[in-house]
Protein backbone atom coordinates (compact mmCIF):
# COMPACT_ATOMS: atom_id res chain seq x y z
CA UNK A 1 0.00 0.00 0.00
CA UNK A 2 1.08 3.60 -1.18
CA UNK A 3 0.94 5.98 1.81
CA UNK A 4 1.15 9.75 1.45
CA UNK A 5 3.36 10.94 4.23
CA UNK A 6 0.38 13.23 6.16
CA UNK A 7 -1.32 9.82 6.51
CA UNK A 8 2.22 8.11 7.40
CA UNK A 9 2.98 11.00 10.04
CA UNK A 10 -0.32 11.22 11.47
CA UNK A 11 -2.35 7.34 11.28
CA UNK A 12 -0.05 4.91 10.23
CA UNK A 13 0.59 2.45 13.32
CA UNK A 14 -3.04 3.34 14.74
CA UNK A 15 -4.43 0.10 13.98
CA UNK A 16 -6.95 -1.43 17.27
CA UNK A 17 -4.90 -4.42 17.20
CA UNK A 18 -1.52 -2.84 18.30
CA UNK A 19 -3.10 0.91 20.13
CA UNK A 20 -6.13 -1.16 21.66
CA UNK A 21 -8.06 2.12 20.92
CA UNK A 22 -5.90 4.13 22.44
CA UNK A 23 -4.92 7.16 20.67
CA UNK A 24 -1.80 7.21 21.29
CA UNK A 25 0.45 4.33 20.51
CA UNK A 26 1.39 2.66 23.95
CA UNK A 27 5.03 2.88 25.67
CA UNK A 28 6.54 -0.36 26.42
CA UNK A 29 8.85 1.18 29.17
CA UNK A 30 10.69 -2.56 29.55
CA UNK A 31 14.45 -3.51 29.28
CA UNK A 32 13.80 -7.04 28.38
CA UNK A 33 10.94 -9.05 26.92
CA UNK A 34 9.74 -13.07 28.67
CA UNK A 35 8.53 -16.02 27.27
CA UNK A 36 6.13 -19.41 28.06
CA UNK A 37 9.14 -21.65 26.74
CA UNK A 38 12.41 -22.00 26.85
CA UNK A 39 12.34 -23.07 23.04
CA UNK A 40 10.47 -19.97 21.94
CA UNK A 41 13.31 -17.81 24.10
CA UNK A 42 16.04 -19.93 21.94
CA UNK A 43 14.04 -19.43 18.85
CA UNK A 44 13.70 -15.64 19.34
CA UNK A 45 17.50 -15.43 20.24
CA UNK A 46 18.28 -16.50 17.06
CA UNK A 47 17.36 -13.52 15.15
CA UNK A 48 16.84 -10.39 17.96
CA UNK A 49 16.61 -8.35 15.06
CA UNK A 50 12.84 -9.44 14.39
CA UNK A 51 11.68 -10.66 17.86
CA UNK A 52 10.97 -8.79 20.77
CA UNK A 53 14.04 -10.16 23.54
CA UNK A 54 15.75 -7.10 25.09
CA UNK A 55 15.25 -3.43 24.41
CA UNK A 56 19.11 -3.03 23.11
CA UNK A 57 17.53 -4.79 19.74
CA UNK A 58 14.04 -4.33 19.08
CA UNK A 59 11.25 -2.66 21.38
CA UNK A 60 7.64 -2.42 19.97
CA UNK A 61 7.16 1.44 20.77
CA UNK A 62 10.81 1.90 19.06
CA UNK A 63 9.84 -0.41 16.08
CA UNK A 64 6.94 1.31 15.16
CA UNK A 65 8.38 4.79 14.87
CA UNK A 66 11.20 2.69 12.51
CA UNK A 67 8.33 1.81 10.53
CA UNK A 68 6.99 5.43 10.05
CA UNK A 69 10.47 6.98 9.02
CA UNK A 70 11.46 4.32 6.81
CA UNK A 71 8.32 4.43 4.75
CA UNK A 72 8.64 8.22 4.65
CA UNK A 73 11.82 7.95 3.08
CA UNK A 74 10.76 5.62 0.84
CA UNK A 75 13.01 3.06 2.32
CA UNK A 76 12.88 -0.62 3.37
CA UNK A 77 14.06 -0.87 6.76
CA UNK A 78 15.43 1.89 9.95
CA UNK A 79 17.25 1.57 12.52
CA UNK A 80 16.61 3.91 15.29
CA UNK A 81 19.71 5.56 17.84
CA UNK A 82 20.14 7.46 21.26
CA UNK A 83 21.44 10.83 19.07
CA UNK A 84 21.95 11.81 16.05
CA UNK A 85 25.85 10.81 15.89
CA UNK A 86 25.13 7.50 17.46
CA UNK A 87 23.29 6.95 14.03
CA UNK A 88 26.00 8.92 12.34
CA UNK A 89 28.71 6.72 14.04
CA UNK A 90 27.01 3.15 13.57
CA UNK A 91 27.25 3.66 9.85
CA UNK A 92 31.55 4.60 9.68
CA UNK A 93 32.31 1.46 12.56
CA UNK A 94 29.50 -1.12 10.46
CA UNK A 95 30.53 -0.18 6.52
CA UNK A 96 34.42 0.07 6.96
CA UNK A 97 37.43 -1.05 8.17
CA UNK A 98 41.42 -0.72 8.05
CA UNK A 99 42.19 0.85 4.88
CA UNK A 100 39.36 2.54 3.62
CA UNK A 101 38.81 6.07 2.51
CA UNK A 102 35.78 8.20 3.06
CA UNK A 103 35.05 11.25 0.92
CA UNK A 104 33.28 14.03 2.62
CA UNK A 105 30.95 16.01 0.03
CA UNK A 106 30.03 19.48 1.04
CA UNK A 107 30.33 21.43 4.40
CA UNK A 108 29.77 18.24 7.46
CA UNK A 109 28.99 18.77 10.79
CA UNK A 110 31.29 19.52 13.13
CA UNK A 111 31.14 16.70 15.27
CA UNK A 112 31.00 14.03 12.19
CA UNK A 113 34.34 15.29 11.14
CA UNK A 114 35.88 15.20 14.63
CA UNK A 115 34.64 11.52 14.21
CA UNK A 116 36.43 10.74 11.25
CA UNK A 117 39.42 12.42 12.37
CA UNK A 118 39.96 9.51 15.66
CA UNK A 119 39.38 7.35 12.88
CA UNK A 120 42.77 8.28 11.23
CA UNK A 121 44.48 6.24 14.38
CA UNK A 122 42.16 2.90 13.36
CA UNK A 123 43.89 3.78 9.42
CA UNK A 124 40.85 5.04 8.03
CA UNK A 125 41.08 7.94 5.65
CA UNK A 126 39.44 10.79 5.00
CA UNK A 127 39.79 13.70 2.35
CA UNK A 128 36.61 16.49 0.97
CA UNK A 129 35.59 16.54 -2.32
CA UNK A 130 37.31 19.19 -4.66
CA UNK A 131 34.32 19.58 -6.55
CA UNK A 132 35.57 16.90 -9.34
CA UNK A 133 34.15 13.72 -7.90
CA UNK A 134 35.39 11.22 -10.20
CA UNK A 135 39.70 12.79 -9.34
CA UNK A 136 38.83 12.61 -5.78
CA UNK A 137 37.55 9.18 -5.48
CA UNK A 138 40.59 7.21 -4.45
CA UNK A 139 40.81 3.20 -5.19
CA UNK A 140 40.19 2.40 -1.38
CA UNK A 141 37.24 4.81 -1.27
CA UNK A 142 34.10 2.76 0.46
CA UNK A 143 31.88 5.67 1.48
CA UNK A 144 30.93 9.08 0.00
CA UNK A 145 29.64 10.78 2.98
CA UNK A 146 27.35 14.22 2.09
CA UNK A 147 24.95 16.54 3.80
CA UNK A 148 22.46 18.74 1.28
CA UNK A 149 22.25 21.34 2.22
CA UNK A 150 25.55 21.71 3.98
CA UNK A 151 26.28 22.61 7.70
CA UNK A 152 26.54 26.75 8.08
CA UNK A 153 26.81 27.87 4.82
CA UNK A 154 23.39 25.94 3.56
CA UNK A 155 24.99 24.49 0.10
CA UNK A 156 23.58 21.95 -2.23
CA UNK A 157 24.79 19.24 -4.30
CA UNK A 158 23.36 17.72 -7.00
CA UNK A 159 22.29 13.92 -5.23
CA UNK A 160 21.85 12.20 -8.37
CA UNK A 161 25.11 12.61 -9.87
CA UNK A 162 26.73 11.69 -7.08
CA UNK A 163 24.88 8.76 -6.64
CA UNK A 164 24.96 7.52 -10.23
CA UNK A 165 29.31 8.00 -10.19
CA UNK A 166 28.82 6.15 -6.72
CA UNK A 167 27.70 3.24 -7.73
CA UNK A 168 29.58 3.03 -11.21
CA UNK A 169 32.35 2.50 -8.61
CA UNK A 170 30.94 0.37 -6.28
CA UNK A 171 31.07 2.99 -3.07
CA UNK A 172 28.73 3.34 -0.76
CA UNK A 173 26.57 6.64 -0.26
CA UNK A 174 24.81 7.86 2.95
CA UNK A 175 23.64 11.49 3.54
CA UNK A 176 23.05 13.66 6.23
CA UNK A 177 19.20 14.63 5.39
CA UNK A 178 18.51 16.09 8.34
CA UNK A 179 18.20 19.73 7.52
CA UNK A 180 15.39 18.79 4.47
CA UNK A 181 13.71 16.09 6.57
CA UNK A 182 11.98 13.33 4.64
CA UNK A 183 9.10 15.70 3.86
CA UNK A 184 11.02 17.93 1.58
CA UNK A 185 13.78 15.55 0.72
CA UNK A 186 14.24 11.82 -0.26
CA UNK A 187 17.28 11.03 -1.14
CA UNK A 188 16.85 7.50 -1.43
CA UNK A 189 14.50 7.61 -4.47
CA UNK A 190 17.76 9.70 -6.20
CA UNK A 191 19.90 6.49 -5.72
CA UNK A 192 21.84 6.99 -1.89
CA UNK A 193 22.40 3.90 -0.05
CA UNK A 194 21.79 5.67 3.21
CA UNK A 195 20.15 8.47 4.96
CA UNK A 196 20.36 9.67 8.50
CA UNK A 197 18.75 11.61 10.40
CA UNK A 198 19.10 13.74 13.89
CA UNK A 199 15.42 12.99 15.35
CA UNK A 200 16.54 16.00 17.90
CA UNK A 201 15.84 18.94 14.94
CA UNK A 202 12.83 19.00 12.70
CA UNK A 203 11.41 15.48 13.05
CA UNK A 204 11.78 15.16 17.29
CA UNK A 205 10.30 19.21 16.91
CA UNK A 206 9.98 20.42 20.34
CA UNK A 207 13.48 20.86 21.91
CA UNK A 208 12.84 17.96 24.31
CA UNK A 209 14.14 14.95 22.83
CA UNK A 210 17.53 13.25 21.59
CA UNK A 211 17.65 10.25 18.47
CA UNK A 212 18.95 9.82 15.80
CA UNK A 213 18.34 7.11 12.89
CA UNK A 214 19.68 5.63 9.40
CA UNK A 215 17.46 4.79 6.71
CA UNK A 216 18.38 2.48 3.61
CA UNK A 217 18.19 -1.29 2.42
CA UNK A 218 17.42 -4.67 4.96
CA UNK A 219 21.17 -6.09 3.68
CA UNK A 220 22.63 -2.62 5.12
CA UNK A 221 20.72 -1.98 8.08
CA UNK A 222 20.84 -5.22 9.21
CA UNK A 223 24.58 -4.83 9.31
CA UNK A 224 24.11 -1.69 10.80
CA UNK A 225 21.91 -3.13 13.35
CA UNK A 226 24.08 -6.50 14.58
CA UNK A 227 27.68 -3.63 14.28
CA UNK A 228 26.70 -0.29 15.07
CA UNK A 229 23.81 -0.65 17.00
CA UNK A 230 23.63 -3.52 19.15
CA UNK A 231 27.51 -4.22 19.83
CA UNK A 232 27.83 0.11 20.65
CA UNK A 233 25.06 0.16 22.49
CA UNK A 234 23.57 3.78 21.66
CA UNK A 235 20.00 2.79 22.14
CA UNK A 236 16.93 4.98 22.06
CA UNK A 237 14.58 4.97 24.62
CA UNK A 238 10.89 3.83 24.41
CA UNK A 239 10.29 7.13 26.14
CA UNK A 240 12.22 8.95 23.35
CA UNK A 241 11.08 7.32 20.51
CA UNK A 242 6.89 7.69 22.26
CA UNK A 243 8.13 12.07 22.08
CA UNK A 244 9.18 11.49 18.24
CA UNK A 245 6.29 9.70 17.52
CA UNK A 246 4.21 12.73 18.87
CA UNK A 247 6.76 14.78 16.71
CA UNK A 248 5.84 13.25 13.19
CA UNK A 249 2.20 13.79 14.22
CA UNK A 250 2.90 17.40 13.27
CA UNK A 251 5.79 17.97 10.88
CA UNK A 252 4.27 17.95 7.77
CA UNK A 253 2.20 21.05 9.05
CA UNK A 254 5.49 22.14 11.19
CA UNK A 255 8.28 22.46 8.18
CA UNK A 256 5.42 24.44 5.91
CA UNK A 257 5.12 26.54 8.65
CA UNK A 258 8.98 26.70 8.70
CA UNK A 259 9.42 27.55 5.15
CA UNK A 260 6.64 30.39 4.99
CA UNK A 261 8.13 31.89 8.08
CA UNK A 262 11.42 31.62 6.67
CA UNK A 263 10.88 33.01 3.65
CA UNK A 264 8.99 36.27 5.12
CA UNK A 265 12.31 36.47 6.92
CA UNK A 266 14.48 36.49 3.88
CA UNK A 267 12.64 38.90 2.37
CA UNK A 268 13.24 41.60 4.82
CA UNK A 269 16.94 40.35 5.22
CA UNK A 270 17.13 41.22 1.64
CA UNK A 271 16.00 44.82 2.36
CA UNK A 272 19.43 45.39 4.98
CA UNK A 273 22.60 46.48 3.49
CA UNK A 274 24.37 45.49 6.17
CA UNK A 275 23.80 41.78 4.95
CA UNK A 276 25.94 40.72 1.92
CA UNK A 277 24.91 36.96 1.33
CA UNK A 278 22.09 34.98 2.51
CA UNK A 279 22.92 31.43 2.69
CA UNK A 280 19.60 29.18 1.85
CA UNK A 281 18.81 27.07 -0.94
CA UNK A 282 15.59 29.10 -1.89
CA UNK A 283 18.21 32.07 -2.77
CA UNK A 284 20.84 29.83 -5.24
CA UNK A 285 20.48 30.99 -8.51
CA UNK A 286 18.30 28.36 -10.79
CA UNK A 287 20.77 28.21 -13.58
CA UNK A 288 23.26 27.15 -11.47
CA UNK A 289 21.51 24.94 -9.47
CA UNK A 290 18.71 23.43 -11.63
CA UNK A 291 18.42 20.13 -9.98
CA UNK A 292 17.36 21.94 -6.50
CA UNK A 293 13.85 21.30 -7.98
CA UNK A 294 14.26 17.98 -8.89
CA UNK A 295 15.32 16.97 -5.26
CA UNK A 296 13.51 19.27 -3.07
CA UNK A 297 9.97 19.79 -2.70
CA UNK A 298 10.24 22.56 -0.12
CA UNK A 299 12.56 24.35 2.10
CA UNK A 300 13.44 24.14 5.88
CA UNK A 301 13.71 26.99 8.51
CA UNK A 302 18.04 26.95 8.38
CA UNK A 303 19.34 29.90 7.36
CA UNK A 304 22.51 31.66 7.90
CA UNK A 305 23.70 35.49 6.63
CA UNK A 306 27.18 37.09 6.17
CA UNK A 307 27.41 40.44 7.96
CA UNK A 308 29.13 43.03 5.76
CA UNK A 309 31.53 43.99 8.60
CA UNK A 310 32.31 41.04 10.78
CA UNK A 311 34.52 39.96 14.09
CA UNK A 312 33.34 38.81 17.32
CA UNK A 313 32.23 42.69 18.56
CA UNK A 314 29.86 43.08 15.97
CA UNK A 315 28.20 39.50 16.09
CA UNK A 316 28.13 39.28 20.04
CA UNK A 317 26.04 43.13 19.71
CA UNK A 318 23.69 41.69 17.22
CA UNK A 319 22.68 38.91 19.44
CA UNK A 320 22.86 40.35 22.46
CA UNK A 321 19.83 42.47 21.15
CA UNK A 322 17.73 39.63 20.23
CA UNK A 323 14.93 37.98 23.04
CA UNK A 324 12.52 36.05 20.37
CA UNK A 325 15.68 34.48 18.98
CA UNK A 326 16.95 32.63 21.78
CA UNK A 327 21.20 32.04 21.90
CA UNK A 328 21.84 28.12 21.64
CA UNK A 329 22.96 25.43 19.53
CA UNK A 330 21.00 22.71 18.08
CA UNK A 331 17.99 23.80 15.61
CA UNK A 332 14.81 22.39 14.19
CA UNK A 333 12.20 23.04 17.33
CA UNK A 334 9.61 25.12 17.46
CA UNK A 335 11.58 28.42 19.25
CA UNK A 336 13.67 30.31 16.64
CA UNK A 337 17.35 29.87 17.72
CA UNK A 338 20.71 32.44 16.86
CA UNK A 339 24.24 31.16 16.70
CA UNK A 340 27.42 31.65 15.04
CA UNK A 341 31.09 30.26 14.78
CA UNK A 342 32.84 33.11 15.66
CA UNK A 343 34.97 33.49 19.14
CA UNK A 344 36.90 36.02 20.18
CA UNK A 345 39.85 33.94 18.75
CA UNK A 346 39.47 31.85 15.85
CA UNK A 347 38.95 34.28 13.18
CA UNK A 348 42.02 32.84 10.71
CA UNK A 349 40.82 29.34 11.11
CA UNK A 350 37.19 30.27 10.36
CA UNK A 351 38.60 31.77 7.25
CA UNK A 352 40.54 28.71 6.62
CA UNK A 353 37.36 27.06 6.52
CA UNK A 354 35.59 29.63 4.22
CA UNK A 355 33.42 30.46 6.56
CA UNK A 356 33.17 34.41 7.20
CA UNK A 357 34.13 36.33 10.43
CA UNK A 358 30.28 37.99 9.96
CA UNK A 359 28.42 34.46 9.81
CA UNK A 360 25.34 34.15 11.96
CA UNK A 361 22.66 31.15 11.85
CA UNK A 362 19.25 31.26 12.65
CA UNK A 363 17.02 28.53 13.17
CA UNK A 364 13.33 30.30 12.33
CA UNK A 365 10.81 28.85 14.65
CA UNK A 366 6.99 28.63 14.42
CA UNK A 367 6.67 32.20 16.69
CA UNK A 368 5.49 34.44 13.67
CA UNK A 369 7.14 36.02 10.61
CA UNK A 370 6.29 39.75 12.15
CA UNK A 371 7.60 38.67 15.80
CA UNK A 372 10.78 37.79 14.26
CA UNK A 373 11.02 40.38 12.02
CA UNK A 374 10.63 42.68 14.78
CA UNK A 375 13.35 41.27 16.90
CA UNK A 376 15.97 41.30 14.13
CA UNK A 377 15.39 45.24 13.10
CA UNK A 378 16.64 45.48 17.25
CA UNK A 379 19.88 43.54 16.23
CA UNK A 380 20.48 46.03 13.31
CA UNK A 381 19.81 49.23 15.03
CA UNK A 382 22.16 48.09 17.74
CA UNK A 383 24.67 47.87 15.03
CA UNK A 384 24.19 51.11 13.29
CA UNK A 385 24.51 52.59 17.38
CA UNK A 386 28.19 51.02 16.72
CA UNK A 387 28.74 52.74 14.56
CA UNK A 388 27.59 56.57 15.52
Not at 4 to 25: H, L, M, W
Not at 309 to 326: M, P
Amino acid sequence: MNYTDEEICTQYGDQPEYNRGSVSPPIYQTSLFTFDTFEAFTHAQLNERENYVYTRGVNPTTELLEKKLALLERGEQCKCFGSGMGAISSVFFSLLKSGDHVLFVNNIYGPTQQLLEHLQNFNIEHSFSTGDLESDIKPHTKLIYVESPGTMLMNVVDLKKISTVARQHGIYTAIDNTWATPIFQKPLTLGFDLSIHSLTKYIGGHSDVVGGAVIGAHRLIDQIFEYGFQLNGAVLSPQDSFLIIRGLRTLPLRMRQHQDNCLRVIQYLKTKEEVIKINHPSQWKEEDFSFINDQMTGYSGLLSIELKEGGFKNIATFINQLSRFKIGVSWGGYESLVNSPIKENNEVELIDQGIGTGLIRFSIGLEGSDLLIADLERGFKALHSIKS
